[in-house]
């Protein structure tokens, strides 16, 4: 991706461009009222993560539709990597290092206070001359595998700043909870109150923020963001075996640091694999972001001891680079069997019904809007008599399961459009009239 209008370009598929037509998008209207907007998009993104990638990109593609000459920047975790990428401005989320070693001295003498009083007024500085301030989708309020002073401080921190700069923030089918500090709640509170514009992407996200004492009568749910991303277009090699897509996730518990966890998911995946393959399906293992490839390889070590190196061949493994890349080979499979959240959404994306082995309450949430309830349960309980008994339940009906996805994601895309006009109607069309704080940086 080169730049946020090319974007735009590439995104126009017939259903984005009926909801233009019959919306009243016009180019011409959109230049003449966002000409001089600034929007910083803010999340953990550049980390590997590929589906908090997967919304920033779907959220890209949505600000070129509807404020195209809007001024993207990307508040995040890692900027070389975004700024590559997505060819926008890039701002990094925390506090650089200090580099001067009497300074580092001095501030740890006084308890490092100076440089955390520093984290505000820096936000503060680098929001100057920006009109609007968005969480675009991903886990945004959650703590899972985090601290209370981790993304839940950043995500108040920056919100607050915005808030004195004078910007719209708005946050856009983002994920809300579960909280296991109570820290962690307390800074989520705070920062949903920044917002003026608010939508989750379950009813449980917004359940959750509402039991943070924050009135959410008026927030509206919508679809995952990584549903508007295109499906890109593959040519699927001929198979005489049924293949069985397999996300693999590098998962150590809700702490995040549980090796008796990880050690349990990662042998029953491996037995499973082992005795698919044996009834003579293929297998395709995926990950869902970086780190996943650890999974990966410790699965492929067990099916090493339990496979002939024929069958073993029946097992491949390619490394994914983004959503576009996991959606690519997920369409070389015939059904799914994904752990991630996004590999999940990637599976329903391009129509394959899936077995969700799922770690929070999003997952349950997804499934049984799907009508795939009964193919959904803990990552953590699961057995491998119930997985194998699932797949051939699915695929018994997978013709049936994959219209049925499919008329889901219709119908996700379309709720997507009709969030575009919210976002250009409600948000965007108001940020530039709204008087900024001139504080000189």
């Not at 969700?356 to 959904?376: I, M, P, Q, R, V």
């Not at 889901?408 to 250009?424: G, I």
């Amino acid at each position: 991706m080169q730049s946020q209008n090319v974007q735009a370009e590439t995104v126009l598929d017939p259903l984005v461009q009926e909801h233009r037509r019959v919306n009243g998008y016009d180019h011409t209207h959109a230049t003449r009222n966002t000409k001089r907007l600034r929007i910083a998009l803010i999340g953990q993104f550049g980390v590997g993560n590929f589906g908090n990638d997967g919304s920033l990109e779907a959220m890209i593609g949505t600000l070129g539709r509807i404020c195209p000459e809007a001024e993207l920047a990307v508040i995040c975790t890692w900027p070389e990597a975004v700024g590559k990428v997505f060819g926008v401005e890039t701002i990094k989320l925390t506090r650089p290092d200090i580099k001067a070693r009497w300074l580092d001295r001095a501030n740890r003498m006084l308890g490092r206070v100076p440089y955390k009083m520093w984290g505000p007024v820096r936000a503060f500085l680098k929001l100057r001359g920006f009109h609007a301030v968005m969480i675009p989708g991903t886990g945004a309020f959650d703590d899972f595998g985090d601290t209370p002073f981790g993304m839940p401080y950043l995500f108040l921190k920056w919100l607050l700043m915005a808030r004195l700069r004078g910007c719209v923030v708005a946050f856009a089918s983002i994920g809300a909870g579960p909280a296991y500090h109570p820290l962690s709640r307390v800074f989520f509170a705070w920062a949903a109150r920044c917002a003026s514009y608010r939508s989750f992407r379950d009813g449980i996200s917004r359940d959750f923020i509402r039991s943070l004492g924050v009135n959410v009568a008026n927030d509206r749910t919508f679809p995952d963001l990584a549903f508007g991303l295109p499906v890109p277009v593959v040519e699927r090699e001929i198979s005489e075996s049924i293949v069985v897509g397999v996300g693999v996730m590098n998962y150590r518990g809700r702490a995040g640091g549980s090796e008796s966890i990880y050690n349990a998911y990662i042998s029953k995946l491996g037995e499973f694999v082992t005795r698919i393959v044996l009834r003579g399906f293929a297998v395709r293992l995926i990950l869902g972001q970086d780190n996943d490839e650890v999974a990966v390889v410790d699965v492929i070590e067990r099916l090493r001891g339990q496979l002939s190196d024929a069958d073993l061949a029946r097992v491949v493994f390619r490394r994914s680079a983004s959503l576009r890349d996991v959606m690519a080979q997920m369409q070389t499979t015939d059904v799914v069997v994904a752990t991630r959240f996004h590999n999940v959404v990637c599976a329903l994306r391009v129509g394959l019904p899936v077995i969700s082995l799922g770690y929070l309450e999003k997952h349950d949430a997804l499934a049984a809007d799907t009508g795939l309830s009964d193919f959904c349960t803990s990552v953590e309980t699961f057995s491998v008599e119930w997985l194998e008994a699932r797949l051939d339940a699915l695929l018994a009906e997978r013709e049936l399961r994959a219209r049925e996805v499919r008329e889901t994601v219709s119908r996700y895309r379309q709720q997507l459009m009709d969030q575009e006009a919210l976002l250009r109607t409600k948000v965007f069309a108001h940020a530039v009239s709204r008087p900024l704080l001139s504080t000189s940086s």
